[in-house]
């Protein structure tokens, strides 16, 4: 399952927490606005009855015919919010507003307040009950005044939230810096450097992992130290005796008569050659293990490349064959000691493994792509998997230490580099081929 980024997971959650929080509020908010709305609107409904009332008991009782309807004329046409209608204690329509609709008011007069489906109606009464005044007000003014609200509460956030989205990913960013810096160290180190990773001003909840991760690496470094140690100095201590050894039994071997004797003599001799080639090969995975594969100064591959070749045809005799790229010049960081051990040992193996009858093709691309291909039986994928473990050997009579590939992975992956096993060969129904792709620092041009 793949991790997401811990950036992302803060500013996300801290904007959407944000951003729930202040709704939060402004929907409270317009809750507690729409209360004190109603409130308002109701007290001035009670207002207004309450004023008008007396002034309406005034006029009807100075008229001739008080139980006669009257409209009361505006002084300009607007629209009426309030309407009112005066009545009797018997519901008969004594003075009404000029846009009174009496069909919205109860059929008998109440005081107090009451709401319909539409309206909001508050009543008063005069002279014990015998004059009534209700006044109505459309529900749909106080939504709209209370949606006028809300939009006016909600339109800040529509400019703050992308504000604060770019604030809090800014801030959140400038604060783990250090740790996006701690994780660059990490991916930037090659497979060989287990030096101390040194990043400033890391949080305290990353500074202990951070030292606890040096602290394993100094372990891991002096343990492998301690074993390419080991393995350098058998190597080293073991050539002596074994080059004096070797030459004891070739002049026994050379002294005896023919005969048992003899024949056990020879048998020695290719056991000590073969010694003598592990503790090689044990010295050179020391050096691949050891650090120090790349060259301070950009080194030409293809004079390599050809020097190594010539060598191995003069003792193989020529078997194989080398294809070069066009331009004269291919330059790498890579050790030119490096690129020698990793040469010799792809060659030397597909040299062994190989077909006896079939040459060795080994050839380098413009784009710094080096194959080294061998004739002979498929390699079956479970083994081909397994090869460029120590001591693995394929499917073969041949005799080997099965150190070289190996050695060769080491020193790929010691230079950042990459190699890749095909089996059959590329193009072919059969064979063994391994590429890889070599650090290329310049090119230039013959």
């Not at 004059?131 to 007000?137: G, K, L, Q």
């Not at 040194?198 to 030292?211: F, G, N, Q, S």
């Not at 390419?228 to 004891?248: D, G, K, M, V, Y």
């Not at 073969?396 to 992956?413: F, K």
Request: neutral net charge; hydrophobic residues 45%; charged residues 25%.
């Amino acid at each position: 399952m793949k991790s997401s980024s811990l950036q992302k997971r803060l500013g996300i959650g801290l904007t959407l927490g944000m951003t729930l929080l202040w709704l939060g509020a402004t929907v409270g908010t317009w809750l507690v606005v729409q209360h004190e709305l109603n409130e308002a609107f109701d007290s001035a409904l009670e207002e207004t009855a309450q004023r008008i009332l007396p002034l309406a008991v005034l006029e009807i009782s100075n008229r001739e015919e008080p139980r006669d309807a009257q409209h009361v004329a505006p002084l300009k046409t607007h629209k009426e919010y309030l309407t009112y209608l005066v009545r009797n204690g018997e519901g008969q329509i004594l003075m009404q507003s000029h846009d009174a609709n009496p069909d919205i008011f109860s059929k008998h007069p109440a005081e107090g307040f009451t709401t319909t489906e539409k309206y909001r109606l508050y009543g008063a009464s005069a002279l014990r009950e015998t004059v009534f005044i209700e006044i109505a007000e459309p529900l749909g003014h106080r939504r709209e005044a209370a949606r006028e609200a809300l939009f006016a509460l909600l339109l800040p956030l529509s400019a703050l939230i992308p504000v604060s989205l770019l604030g809090i990913w800014l801030f959140v960013r400038i604060s783990l810096r250090s740790v996006i810096a701690y994780r660059r160290a990490v991916e930037a180190r090659g497979v060989g450097d287990l030096s101390p990773i040194k990043v400033a001003r890391l949080p305290a909840e990353i500074d202990p992992l951070a030292e606890a991760v040096n602290h394993l690496l100094e372990r891991f470094r002096k343990a492998l130290e301690a074993e390419r140690s080991f393995t350098a100095n058998s190597a080293h201590e073991l050539r002596t005796p074994l080059a004096a050894t070797l030459a004891q039994i070739q002049r026994l071997r050379h002294e005896a008569p023919e005969g048992p004797l003899r024949v056990r003599a020879a048998k020695i001799e290719k056991s000590l050659r073969e010694l003598v080639r592990l503790s090689e090969k044990l010295m050179q995975l020391a050096k691949a293990e050891g650090g120090g594969l790349l060259s301070e100064t950009p080194q030409d591959l293809i004079p390599l490349l050809a020097h190594v070749v010539d060598e191995w045809n003069h003792s193989s005799g020529g078997r194989v064959e080398l294809r070069l790229p066009a331009q004269a010049s291919m330059y790498s960081a890579i050790d030119p000691d490096a690129f020698g051990v990793l040469l010799r040992n792809l060659i030397e193996n597909a040299l062994k493994y190989g077909a006896a009858d079939l040459p060795v093709e080994v050839s380098l691309s413009e784009s710094a792509l080096l194959r080294v291909i061998n004739g002979g039986p498929a390699v079956p994928e479970p083994v081909l998997q397994r090869l460029t473990e120590r001591f693995v050997r394929g499917n073969s009579e041949a005799s080997g230490s099965g150190l070289g590939l190996a050695i060769a992975r080491t020193i790929v992956e010691g230079v950042n580099a990459r190699m890749l096993l095909v089996s059959p060969a590329t193009g072919r129904p059969d064979g063994f081929e391994v590429c890889v792709w070599l650090p290329v620092v310049a090119t230039l041009e013959g």
